[in-house]
């Protein structure tokens, strides 16, 4: 099981889609909506954040060191 992070400044209906492919695949996947990207739903099973309300600036460094693959959109 692969960690993946995509990062979103914007709503990428593409991105939705690959990290529901993704967390179908079995792999363990986040969503960090970086400051001005509109608010959506992400796929059953991926989890979702925005920076800095919910995740600091230092946990999401951590995170992209911690993940196996890192997406920005």
Do not use: N
Request: net charge negative; aromatic share 6%; hydrophobic share 45%.
């Amino acid at each position: 099981m692969a960690r993946v992070l995509h990062l979103l400044k914007a709503g990428d209906p593409l991105a939705l889609s690959l990290a529901g492919e993704q967390q179908a695949a079995g792999d363990d996947v986040t969503l960090v909506m970086l400051p001005g990207a509109p608010d959506f739903t992400p796929p059953p099973g991926v989890t979702r954040c925005r920076v800095p309300d919910e995740l600091s600036w230092e946990a999401l460094l951590e995170r992209i060191f911690e993940s196996d693959q890192v997406i920005t959109w």
